[in-house]
């Protein structure tokens, strides 16, 4: 390649845009891929991702530079979840990172995927920062963070996130005789604060240890981690400080059961309470 086509290249990947969608319950999150196309156009390529299948959708399209703001708030009404800009070579690092993931699976990938390489890109010779931790930011200590950490559940990155629909089924079995007796007289008031009746905490922490084996604690740490990228985006650094100390906490403590760390057993004390409410709801 010549010097002339070489950086008519660098100018044109120098104008690539990416926007990063973080986890949502379930472990699926989205990169997106921008860059000027002819004619005053824009060129957007979408890849969803889900953690432990690798990329699940290639979706590409041509919209005015006027609509990319329309373009990204029906993303955030249809998925719950805004797009927030990132560096683009992190973005083909974590896309680089999928593709390893769904080639260990051995599917094929999804139609979309070639025919946008040149968008999509190689992934960087070397790892790039992650957003989180390029944003520099000033980390409690990471014990309190933990003992506050179911508190994060109340963020919208994270409001969605509860155990998978086999491991609520497996709650729902765990305490569906106990649940008459668990509401009773007060119903509304065992409804928020489960651990007030023996039966259901005794089922939540059974089924927080069942369900957060070691590798799916490490894949929460990682979906913790970019959680915190929306959350610096819109300026909540205090809380995205607090979900990095404490996804950091949680990596060292490889002893400690699940139930006894807030931030896991908060998904099942929200399951319990979805389960709950729709008990108390039930007619008669």
Do not use: C
């Not at 973080?22 to 699926?28: Q, S, T």
């Not at 060129?43 to 953690?51: A, E, G, Q, Y």
């Not at 990471?142 to 508190?151: D, H, K, T, V």
């Not at 369900?211 to 959350?231: G, H, K």
């Amino acid at each position: 390649m010549g010097k002339a086509a070489r950086h008519a290249r660098e100018q044109k990947a120098a104008l690539h845009e990416a926007w990063f969608r973080a986890p949502d319950g379930a472990g699926a999150s989205a990169l997106t891929f921008g860059a000027p196309a002819h004619g005053g156009r824009y060129r957007l390529v979408d890849v969803v991702l889900r953690s432990g299948a690798g990329i699940v959708s290639v979706a590409s399209m041509q919209i005015g530079r006027a609509q990319l703001r329309e373009t990204f708030a029906e993303i955030a009404r249809r998925f719950g979840a805004t797009a927030v800009p990132v560096p683009v070579a992190w973005a083909r690092g974590k896309l680089a990172e999928a593709r390893a993931e769904h080639e260990r699976i051995g599917a094929p990938l999804p139609s979309g995927f070639d025919g946008n390489r040149d968008l999509l890109g190689p992934p960087p010779a070397a790892p790039a920062a992650h957003p989180a931790d390029a944003a520099a930011l000033d980390l409690p200590d990471g014990a309190a963070a933990l003992a506050r950490s179911a508190e994060l559940h109340a963020e919208p990155e994270l409001r969605g996130w509860l155990p998978d629909p086999v491991a609520m089924q497996r709650l729902l079995a765990a305490i569906g005789a106990a649940l008459p007796a668990a509401l009773g007289a007060g119903a509304a008031e065992k409804v928020r604060h489960p651990a007030s009746d023996q039966a259901a905490k005794e089922a939540i922490d059974r089924e927080t240890d069942r369900f957060f084996t070691e590798s799916t604690r490490l894949d929460y740490v990682e979906r913790m981690r970019d959680a915190a990228i929306p959350m610096i985006a819109r300026g909540e650094r205090a809380r995205a400080a607090d979900l990095l100390a404490a996804a950091s906490a949680i990596r060292s403590m490889r002893d400690t059961p699940p139930h006894a760390i807030p931030f896991f057993r908060a998904f099942f004390e929200k399951a319990f309470g979805l389960l709950a409410a729709r008990f108390a709801a039930r007619p008669g």
